[in-house]
């Protein structure tokens, strides 16, 4: 099946820094890829949406200048916390949509765990 | 915001039994409905999709979704201790293929 990889999978990083999320759809291409975001004992939330070549479209109450997303290839889309502070902390998620996979598939990247101290 | 319910149980079930799991959304228009299993710590997987009203089975498992209701379910027959997780509805969002979640039950499955 579709796989989709992140890395890093977990990362601590001091408050103020920036930290980079990398996306990216193993054997497939990607024309949209998925934002999420999940605290603890919460359910996941759409961030962004990512679209290859074009900017991505963020939902309402996430900041596009804090959430700086790139989607440069067909299999890679990053994100990037910007001046990270501690209630950042979470496990962002992304998923990916098969260019040539029917409406409905999207497969999720195993997350990554970010602790901002 | 469109709303999707889910109950946050716990939901308990014996080894062997049937685990019901529901769902309501709030957005008429919503075309696809799927379940996934979220291990803690991990990210969903899929267990299925369904966008026609009726039943759909896979194996042990088998969706149901009412329209008109706003509705849709998972029903986990033959329950197994690895079922334990939480299960996430989600259904087609605003953004066309993004998908609302419904916050997750969770299941436990005791021996």
């Known amino acids: 099946g579709a796989v989709v990889s992140q890395h890093p999978s977990w990362v601590i990083c001091k408050s103020g820094t920036s930290v980079k999320i990398e996306c990216r759809s193993l054997?497939?291409?990607?024309?949209?890829m998925f934002w999420y975001r999940q605290f603890p004992k919460q359910s996941l939330m759409l961030m962004a949406t990512s679209n290859e070549g074009s900017k991505a479209t963020y939902e309402q109450g996430v900041e596009k200048d804090k959430f700086l997303i790139n989607h440069a290839s067909l299999t890679l889309s990053t994100l990037t916390v910007t001046s990270a502070h501690p209630e950042d902390s979470s496990f962002y998620i992304c998923?990916?949509?098969?260019?040539?996979?029917?409406?409905?598939?999207?497969?999720f990247g195993p997350g990554t765990r970010l602790t901002v101290t | 915001q469109k709303e999707v319910e889910q109950n946050s149980g716990p939901l308990s079930v014996p080894e062997g039994a049937i685990a019901s799991l529901n769902c309501t959304y709030s957005?008429?228009?919503?075309?696809?409905f799927f379940w996934y299993r979220q291990y803690s710590g991990k990210s969903p997987e899929l267990i299925m999709f369904i966008y026609s009203n009726g039943d759909k089975e896979d194996g042990r498992f088998t969706a149901q979704l009412n329209k008109a209701s706003q509705y849709v379910s998972l029903l986990i027959r033959d329950s197994q201790p690895s079922d334990s997780a939480t299960y996430l509805c989600?259904?087609?969002?605003?953004?066309?293929?993004?998908?609302?979640f419904g916050k997750g039950t969770s299941l436990l499955v005791t021996p």
């Open positions: 957005d008429r228009g919503s075309q696809s």
């Open positions: 998923s990916a949509r098969d260019l040539e996979g029917v409406d409905y598939e999207q497969y």
């Open positions: 989600a259904v087609n969002g605003r953004s066309g293929y993004a998908l609302n």
């Open positions: 054997d497939f291409q990607a024309t949209t």
